[in-house]
């Protein structure tokens, strides 16, 4: 049962209800209370001063690993992990092993996040298997609790098979959501630039992503359906949504904070944990995507968390496997937005929380009076020195440890349960 809480002299956030005001917050029976409600004795005091209290945070793209890779990571860790970085929810993407391609799958993870620290929705492969020949089950997809579509991982070749996706997927209300890769030009490991020139390594040219956006914005203005590009890493790409929207195609899009925090000079040394797909990319291509975060092109901030072990890492650069872990340095590696004056505290919490929900159709995002208490506390000028010790993923594949970072989430409230409180740390 959930206990009853009151948030104190917190800065309240909450833009799906354009507040952002210093004051108390009260959590009854694992709801958000009316305001003006009387606190009750039994109310458990949350001391919020010098914090920001917003709606729980929504990763939309992560990876859980289960089932089949458990060894890289679980769904009670992979939500243990999103709980320390402030997350209340999770999207979790389908390739498994096996896929989750259908009813049978999809119950499985949901029963298991069960035992997790916030809330999972599942995503369904687009595919039969992922292997792009014919399309899954939406119906009993959908049924059975996946939120959205997609084949992440591997492109969809067949165009044909793209646009009835499309098409389908619409009749039940599901997300399409597209890995937007040319497999004909994504031959390489890295970006395609001067690093990879001077590194000898074969290079990813940007209009391996930019070709296959434009299909699908394409395909989206053709049926007049909604598509959701995962992992944008481009400028190219983010023009072509940006022009897409403008007209009036329903599209959506996200990045991830390695986009708008690194380059790809962070693979120098041949740093397999900087190493995924879509690539880091050039100085230019992380401008754009930061400015498509501010002007609204780009509506969430996800991670792609994609853990692996030292198995699949601590070996030739060619031969690594793409993805770096992400739900416990989002936040912090996102707040220095804010901190650049690139968006403000509302925007963030627009791009992190109330973006994903509504992309997805998710219940959150909200501090809406009557709404489930799924509330992430702030600290955004906390430092600390993100160490391997401190991870709390399975796996250690991350490219920013050793790094300062400045403000993380404190407290993740889920349902009215704690969650994660690192407050005393």
Request: charged share 25%; aromatic share 4%; glycine share 10%.
């Amino acid at each position: 049962m959930a206990d009853n809480w009151l948030i104190k002299n917190g800065r309240i956030i909450d833009p799906k209800n354009g507040i952002d005001r210093q004051g108390d917050l009260l959590v009854l029976e694992g709801r958000i209370a009316a305001e003006q409600t009387p606190v009750p004795a039994s109310a458990r005091v949350i001391e919020a001063s010098g914090c920001w209290v917003v709606p729980g945070l929504i990763d939309m793209h992560v990876h859980l690993r289960e089932p089949g890779e458990e060894y890289k990571e679980d769904i009670v860790s992979g939500t243990r992990a999103a709980a320390a970085g402030g997350f209340t929810a999770v999207v979790c993407m389908p390739n498994t092993r096996p896929v989750n391609d259908c009813a049978a799958v999809t119950a499985m993870i949901l029963e298991r996040a069960r035992q997790g620290s916030a809330r999972v929705y599942p995503v369904g492969a687009i595919s039969s298997g992922s292997r792009g020949r014919k399309l899954a089950e939406y119906g009993e997809l959908k049924e059975a609790g996946a939120v959205g579509v997609s084949d992440d991982g591997l492109p969809v070749r067949d165009s044909q098979l793209m646009r009835r996706a499309l098409e389908y997927a619409g009749d039940f209300g599901l997300a399409v959501i597209s890995h937007s890769e040319d497999p004909s030009l994504s031959t390489g490991v890295m970006n395609e630039g001067e690093v990879a020139t001077r590194l000898g390594l074969k290079g990813i040219p940007a209009a391996a992503e930019a070709i296959m956006v434009y299909r699908e914005i394409a395909l989206a203005e053709q049926t007049g359906q909604r598509v959701h590009i995962a992992h944008v890493s481009t400028a190219m790409s983010v023009e072509l949504i940006r022009a897409a929207r403008a007209r009036g195609v329903r599209v959506s899009a996200e990045t991830t904070p390695h986009y708008f925090t690194l380059t790809d000079e962070a693979v120098e040394g041949y740093n397999t944990n900087a190493k995924m797909n879509p690539p880091l990319r050039s100085a230019r291509d992380r401008e754009a995507i930061r400015e498509a975060l501010a002007d609204g092109t780009l509506d969430a901030i996800a991670t792609d968390h994609a853990p692996h072990s030292s198995l699949e890492k601590e070996v030739e650069f060619d031969l690594a496997a793409n993805g770096i872990i992400g739900l416990e340095t989002s936040l912090p590696l996102s707040l220095a937005l804010v901190r650049d004056g690139l968006i403000d505290a509302r925007r963030l919490v627009e791009l992190m929380s109330t973006g994903p929900a509504a992309i997805l159709g998710l219940p959150g995002g909200s501090l809406g009076a009557g709404e489930a208490a799924d509330i992430t506390v702030i600290d955004p000028d906390q430092t600390f020195t993100y160490t391997e010790d401190q991870v709390v993923s399975k796996s250690r594949n991350s490219p920013f440890l050793g790094w300062r970072l400045q403000g993380r989430a404190v407290l993740t409230m889920v349902g009215g349960r704690v969650t994660h409180d690192c407050r005393q740390a």
